[in-house]
């Protein structure tokens, strides 16, 4: 204790020393530009002011660590309530942009009275203050989590062991020792950057690295509990984590999740949701392929139940067999649903997407690659981040029901491979060939393309070229396995592709301030290290001067995507006689957005209120039909017949009124009767 | 003039309600009749009046409707601040018309305080443990339960308004007490062609037809009309959330599992409840009281969860297996093996968030109401899950009629309903087949309190003790260290190791003038096996197992005092000093 005591001091003389002659904030990466939490509130305000009335503030919350966390409301009063967007922004906290992107969408609202006359959008620019606040502080480093106290190593101590900003220069890197159980070797081609050393040929690991700090607790870790918390993008109630360190103890657990999702449970005219954050559903839809998942057509019943219940075990059911099944078992007056039998079977909830809505994920997805090429956007991106256990994105769409994208502004390019001799030839090309356009490509482009998808070595083109030849194997064929084979690695070799993109990025765009350079450290328990590495926030964060173009591309596409939400509509109605007073009543509703009311999530999980009809006249006699008629749903671009047989004696108007909180409201005036 | 008629009535209404329940409410506490909520109230705030050292009486939070959940704690201050002990705590009514548990809960507190220092097992107890007692969870359904027209199974969940038949409207369509008898019964119509025809043997109950016989009843279910007009009746009541599904773990949404409530947590009393018990990490020990079937139900409440640690098993089949004689024909039952699977649990949150040994006590058998013995303690599980047959209904009724005197049954009479015409209405009125008459209400409350005693002598109890100074060559002394746990409880559960839930107890060496220069766990004895810890020696982490001990050797350097402590989160706190000469 007392000798780790005295090196601590020495180290923040050091550090404070080290501080004062560097002038700290410069060095750090470029932070010019974004605004630290207070500045977010204090632009939300100016938008509120600015707007004439249209837009609103309410607290949300207070951030774990005391920031407010601000929700503008934006819309135009009217008289009969508009369904409504809700944006959240970085509830990651480790993606300033995204918070520019919802403030700034927020601020083309404000400023055109267009976007928000039949739609309410409620936006919070900043779902996560506490991690985004670590942007703006010294040592620099990056972590989800809002400050909440966590005991990461379950000792005696909480959050006693984080980073320590060794070398002084106000970022926090990494550290690299030499070791005889290292696993890392510095790549050849690039010596800034380190790769895992492949034991299967031979090489033996020169380095072992670590997170920049000391072992403050003296537990032989380092910098296993420092100030982490919560990340609110994990703390929501759907595929929730439990027993990790930054899920929190139980969705919801956070205030700044839980008050999100209490507010979206409040406000159910709320019909899409968007998020600024990590993920890209425009890019990448959401995935399916979770076990556990149960499909409603296809159900097996435990062998325990089936026995008591009459049920072959050995076949599946569908949900509407089951409950037809189930019915007559019940005391009179009771009703079983969807929920009960679910529950009784032990069926869980829906973890991958629903393939109905994947059709239109998977359009929207097309639209916004085309919209992207035609305004000139060249280079292939690295992919988002797949949607976490536990995040908003998941929660709004399998919880809320509605359709929910996500933008993550801004990813790193690939860099270009330098032209190698290439076969020029791709698995969809293969696919189309025949034996004889096989033959004539030659041994050498075989190779070539051999080596290109990483064949294993007995595939040479003349064995290849044998097996097609005699017919045992067509080039159909061929393609077809070669699919299910992984894609080529690529040349560990060389360094991993994303770091370095990452780094020639910082060499071209950001003047190096991205890296920092390997330097000599004598480390108090280690010994002579190194440190260095990248900058943390540089690899994920455009520098502030591309951001206005950046949101002047993307933004404008989510003006497009709520003109594709349901919109229901009276498109007639009308009365038939049928004598002495009795009329059938027959009207249309139509859904004109393309977007289905609801999705096939919403009609499974039931959250979505219903639209309803209702049929005011007086001296009606409803004969058969009731005055309020619920609709449960209602597909894009599809219209629905309903019709109701009533007896009016005099002379009456009827008034027809639709009513859904989602999907807008509508009405029309008949006359009947006398 | 107008005003004075109405107050006049009311003040009618008020003396005629004081009639029922008129007795003031003293300690000792009465348990000849049920408390409404305000009276429970009153006996809490009662029963701290009269013990106000060893109790402190507290709001943990407020209800939908704004009624105030309180919490009782037991403990003697002489003997530790309740962090410093093992909790134990006990809740009930969390389902709005199981008020039995809610008695049982005030039964607990008035035995612990009214014997403390008479008995030795009581004092022993309250002494060594803290007893947290909320005897209402769900407030608003035990006020509405004794207040508006009830079967014996409605007002069950939380006061949050549903759209159960999804038409737009909330709640818009409960039953109806048409007959305004203060009970929801159930309707039959005579009816040629109904499925249901008069029980020869006992007029007020109808069987089934059999092929070739002639109906003569329909049933139309619970006492009701179509108040929406949709051509529904009762297709609408309050809620449901039930404020057992809406706990934050394992939780699944409304659509999995009816009344979990949109998201974990919901309810506003829920969730005060929650953060209160997550304030009090030494709870170790939680029993929620439900109504009915005789039963005491562990997890896990899902299969896929998979079967608890062995460790637990061990523990909760000890406890388990004396309760099932504590309290005659209660069966010791896996919740979702041997009832059902359900989500979002109490006892799930408790057993994995908290840490603690959690049980669901299910109060009363219905076969205890018996005329002559016929099925007096006979409970399975099949009897649990098929409700009652007919023949257990003509011994209900007989009970009825002979220790009842009627009071328990509504007899058939005919009504004029508006949509179904001539009907009669009758059944079992809301004060019955889920609660013991109140002349059998001691025996119930007594047995099962007298578990929740039972499991607080079996919390953990550790001692610590140093075993052996030795000293060494080179100024070094060997010092081992005994942690001993009498009880059947560990200090940590095993799912609380499995899961990392919060750091295990720690055992800390230390002395200004002395250096702990090696530490580890004695692994084995004979031979001796130590297991070193290379870094902190002198701090060590541990689960002291039940019935049995962990041992610790440290070799030291220096002289003077020498502290070796013990903390427990669920155990207390122990020291013990030695000095180096």
């Known amino acids: 204790m007392q000798i780790k005591r005295s090196v601590r001091r020495g180290l923040i003389c ?13 060095t750090v990466s470029a932070q010019g530009g974004y605004s630290d939490p207070a500045g977010i509130n204090r632009r939300i305000d100016q938008i509120r002011q600015k707007s004439g009335g249209l837009v609103k503030v309410h607290k949300l919350t207070v951030s774990h660590g005391g920031t407010d966390i601000l929700l503008l409301e934006i819309g135009k009063k009217s008289d009969v309530p508009n369904p409504a967007v809700l944006v959240v922004g970085n509830l990651s906290g480790i993606s300033p942009v995204t918070t520019e992107a919802a403030l700034s969408l927020a601020g083309r609202i404000a400023s055109d009275a267009s976007l928000c006359s039949q739609l309410t959008w409620y936006v919070v620019p900043m779902g996560n203050p506490d991690a985004y606040s670590r942007y703006f502080s010294t040592p620099l480093y990056m972590d989800p989590g809002n400050h909440a106290p966590h005991n990461d190593d379950m000792d005696d101590q909480v959050d006693e062991d984080g980073f320590n900003d060794l070398d002084g220069n106000g970022i926090i890197t990494m550290m690299r020792v030499k070791s005889p159980d290292g696993i890392w070797v510095p790549v050849a081609s690039e010596p800034r950057l380190m790769r895992r050393a492949d034991a299967s040929k031979g090489e033996k690991g020169i380095y072992k690295i670590y997170s920049e700090g000391i072992d403050d607790d003296g537990d032989g870790q380092y910098n296993e509990d420092g100030t982490g918390g919560t990340d609110v993008n994990a703390n929501f109630p759907h595929l929730f984590k439990y027993f990790d360190a930054k899920s929190g103890l139980f969705p919801g657990s956070a205030r700044e999740a839980g008050e999100l999702v209490k507010f979206a449970f409040a406000h159910p005219e709320i019909a899409m949701a968007v998020s600024f954050g990590r993920t890209n559903f425009f890019l990448v839809p959401p995935k399916g392929g979770r076990k556990g998942s149960v499909d409603y057509d296809n159900i097996t019943i435990p062998e325990e139940v089936g026995k008591a219940m009459g049920f072959d075990v050995s076949r599946t059911y569908t949900m509407q067999e089951i409950m037809e099944a189930v019915q007559p078992m019940l005391p009179p007056g009771m009703t079983i649903d969807e929920g009960m039998i679910a529950s009784y079977l032990g069926l869980g909830a829906v973890v991958n997407p629903m393939q109905e809505d994947l059709v239109f994920y998977n359009k929207i997805s097309g639209e916004y690659r085309d919209y992207l090429k035609s305004r000139g956007v060249a ?88 097996l097609i030849n005699s017919g045992q194997a067509t080039p159909g064929q061929m393609a077809a396995m070669m699919k299910q084979m992984p894609a080529p690695a690529a040349d560990e070799q060389k360094g991993d592709p994303m770091e370095l993109a990452h780094l020639a990025f910082s060499d071209s765009q950001l003047g190096g301030k991205g890296f920092v350079n390997w330097k000599p450290f004598k480390h108090p328990t280690l010994g002579e290290a190194e440190i260095g590495g990248f900058v943390p926030w540089s690899g994920n964060t455009p520098p502030f001067t591309m951001v206005d173009s950046l949101l002047d591309l993307h933004l404008p596409f989510i003006f497009e995507l709520v003109k594709k939400l349901p919109k229901l509509h009276i498109t007639e109605a009308k009365a038939i006689e049928k004598g002495s007073g009795v009329y059938q009543i ?50 894009g671009n599809k219209s629905v017949k309903l019709t109701w047989l009533v007896k009016a004696d005099k ?23 006398g | 003039m107008k005003r004075v008629i109405f107050l006049l009535i009311i003040s009618l209404a008020v003396t005629g309600m004081s009639e029922i329940y008129a007795q003031e409410i003293k300690v000792p506490l009465r348990f000849d009749h049920y408390y409404t909520y305000e009276q429970v109230v009153e006996a809490l705030k009662a029963l701290h009046s009269a013990y106000p050292a060893l109790t402190g009486i507290e709001e943990v939070g407020k209800s939908e409707e704004g009624r105030i959940i309180y919490a009782l704690t037991i403990n003697n201050p002489k003997t530790g601040e309740p962090l410093s002990k093992p909790g134990i705590y006990a809740d009930g009514n969390i389902h709005g018309n199981e008020i039995q548990a809610g008695e049982v809960c005030l039964y607990l507190a008035n035995r612990l305080l009214t014997n403390y220092g008479k008995l030795d097992d009581i004092t022993q107890v309250v002494d060594r443990n803290v007893f947290y007692i909320i005897p209402v969870v769900n407030v608003d359904g035990r006020f509405h339960f004794f207040n508006d027209p009830n079967t014996p199974s409605t007002n069950r969940g939380l006061r949050i308004p549903v759209d159960d038949d999804r038409d737009g409207l909330f709640d818009e369509d409960p039953p109806d007490d048409l007959d305004g008898d203060g009970n929801i019964t159930s309707m039959r119509k005579r009816d040629p062609h109904g499925r249901l025809r008069t029980d020869p043997e006992e007029p007020r109950l109808m069987i089934a037809v059999k092929p070739g016989e002639q109906g003569e009843w329909i049933s139309l279910g619970q006492e009701g009309i179509d108040n929406d007009g949709d051509g529904l009746v009762n297709e609408d009541s309050e809620g449901y959330v039930d404020g057992n599904r809406n706990w934050g773990y394992n939780w699944a949404p409304p659509y999995v599992q009816n009344g979990s409530g949109l998201y974990p947590l919901s309810g506003t009393g829920i969730r005060a409840i929650a953060d209160w018990m997550l304030k009090r990490p030494n709870i170790i020990m939680v029993f929620a009281f439900h109504n009915s079937g005789g039963m005491y139900l562990r997890g896990p409440s899902v299969k896929s969860a998979g079967e608890l640690p062995p460790g637990d098993i061990a523990v909760y089949d000890h406890l388990g297996r004396n309760i099932e004689k504590i309290v005659p024909g209660y069966k010791y039952l896996i919740s979702w093996k041997d009832l059902y699977a359900t989500y979002g649990d109490f006892t799930d949150f408790t057993n994995n968030l908290l840490g603690s040994y959690s049980f669901v006590g299910e109060l009363y058998q219905v076969g205890t109401e018996t005329f002559d013995g016929t099925f007096l303690g006979q409970t399975d599980r099949s009897s649990i899950m098929a409700g009652d047959s007919n023949e257990r209904e003509r011994e209900r009724l007989k009970f009825n009629d002979h220790l009842a005197q009627g009071e328990l049954f509504r007899e058939w009479a005919p009504y004029k309903h ?30 099962n309190a007298s578990t929740v005693i039972y499991a607080a002598q079996n919390t953990p109890d550790v001692s610590l003790e140093i075993t052996e100074t030795t000293r060494l060559s080179g100024g070094l002394y060997r010092i081992r260290v005994r942690l001993h746990n009498r009880n059947a409880m560990p200090s940590v559960t095993y799912m609380t190791v499995k899961n990392r839930l919060y750091p295990l107890d720690i055992v800390t060496v230390k002395g200004s003038g002395v250096k702990v220069v090696s530490g580890g766990k004695i692994v084995n004895l004979y031979p001796e096996k130590i297991e070193y810890k290379e870094f902190r020696p002198g701090i060590q982490f541990c689960q002291v197992p039940g019935s049995g001990k962990v041992e610790y050797q440290f070799l030291v350097s220096g002289k003077g005092r020498l502290e070796v402590s013990y903390e427990s989160a669920k155990a207390g706190t122990k020291k013990v000093e030695v000095t180096l000469k």
Do not use: C
Not at chain 1, 412 to 429: F, P, V, Y
């Open chain 1, 379 to 466: 280079g292939e991106r690295f992919d988002p981040e797949d949607a976490k256990e536990g995040s908003f994105e998941m929660w709004a769409y399998y919880h809320l029901g509605v359709p929910v994208f996500s933008m993550d502004i801004w990813a790193l390019n690939k860099l270009q491979e330098e032209k190698k001799e290439s076969s020029g030839i791709t698995l969809e090309s293969l696919e189309k060939m025949t034996k004889e356009d096989f033959a004539a490509l030659g041994e050498d482009k075989i190779n070539t393309f051999l080596k290109e998808r990483g064949a294993p070595a007995q595939y040479t083109a003349k064995m290849v070229m044998g």
């Open chain 1, 14 to 26: 050091l550090l404070a020393s080290l501080a004062l002659a560097m002038l700290l904030p410069g």
């Open chain 1, 586 to 635: 027959e009207v249309w509703i139509e859904n004109n957005g393309y977007l289905p009311f609801p999705t096939a999530m919403g009609k499974r999980n039931k959250i979505p209120a219903p639209a309803v009809i209702t049929l005011e006249g007086t001296g009606i006699e409803f004969l058969s039909g009731l005055k309020r008629t619920p609709l449960h749903d209602l597909a």
């Open chain 2, 418 to 447: 508006p949509e179904y015409g001539d009907i009669e209405i009758g059944g079992w009125v809301k004060m019955s087949t889920r609660l013991p008459h109140p002349f059998m209400l001691q025996d119930l409350i007594h047995r």
């Open chain 1, 651 to 673: 002379r009456s108007t009827l008034n027809i009124n639709l009513i859904s909180k989602q999907a807008g409201s509508d009405s029309r005036q008949i006359n009947i009767g």
